[in-house]
């Protein structure tokens, strides 16, 4: 089956800019999660939602930051204003099950370069 | 509190063991296990909890000590596909959805 999508793949926009990232996760997975992973570095945790309720967004590094799953499956995750600081991989992950025991299934991510 | 993993960069010879760590300083519920390959997405390897056993699958195989707040990923006779990166992603407490990713180990199997 399909695994988790993200688009764009890559992103680059001028400072300033709002951008909009998009995760299709696994259909059926309940559990969604945003991570920023830096290059060498373990994945970030941002936020998560399950259903289309966000759990926990203790992650997001300030009020640009936001995300949404309005309809429980597809999130978006918006950055407004973007800064260079906020160039970064940005990632996916869906999980089937809501507890916290369940894999996490990433997707392939978004390469933002803010200039 | 983020992880602690040891070593950073580990280089093996084809058919050679390692191990890597992951510490904490605080009490954890689960640890989760992950590989990821150069300029891919990290990939599901194990998940281990507090009071469970030790986990493995082929020749890849996970502990957790309670005591020392530490988990342990085994490779015995390490294969060329080993390669990449691991990560080691904690949880506090019980139905924690939120990890905690290590900086990760750096694995290289040369042939």
């Known amino acids: 089956g399909a695994g988790v999508s993200q688009s764009p793949r890559y992103k680059v926009t001028k400072r300033g800019q709002d951008v909009a990232l998009r995760c299709d996760p696994i259909?059926?997975?309940?559990?969604l999660y945003w991570y920023r992973q830096a290059l060498g570095q373990g994945p970030e945790f941002l936020t998560y939602?399950?259903?289309?309720?966000?759990?926990?967004k203790s992650g997001l590094p300030n009020d640009r930051f936001s995300a949404e799953r309005p309809e429980g499956s597809i999130s978006t995750l918006t950055i407004q204003r973007t800064e260079q600081r906020d160039s970064a991989m940005y990632r996916c992950?869906?999980?089937?099950?809501?507890?916290?025991?369940?894999?996490?299934?990433f997707g392939p991510g978004t390469r933002l370069t803010v200039t | 509190q983020q992880p602690v993993q040891s070593p950073q960069a580990v280089i093996l010879r084809e058919g050679e063991d390692a191990v890597i760590n992951c510490s904490s300083s605080?009490?954890?519920?689960?640890v989760h296990w992950y590989r990821q390959k150069h300029g891919e997405a990290p990939v599901f390897l194990m998940i281990?909890?507090?009071?469970?056993e030790q986990k493995g699958h082929d020749k890849i195989s996970a502990s957790f000590n309670e005591k020392k707040q530490q988990s342990s990923l085994y490779l015995t006779a390490s294969q060329l596909s080993y390669s990449g990166t691991y990560f080691c992603?904690?949880?506090?407490?019980?139905?924690?959805?939120?990890?905690?990713f290590g900086q990760g180990t750096r694995l290289t199997i040369n042939p």
């Open positions: 281990l909890l507090k009071g469970g």
């Open positions: 992950a869906s999980s089937f099950l809501r507890a916290g025991v369940s894999e996490q299934y």
């Open positions: 939602f399950n259903y289309e309720a966000q759990q926990d």
């Open positions: 992603g904690t949880a506090l407490i019980q139905g924690a959805q939120k990890l905690v």
């Open positions: 605080k009490a954890l519920y689960s």
């Open positions: 259909s059926g997975h309940v559990s």
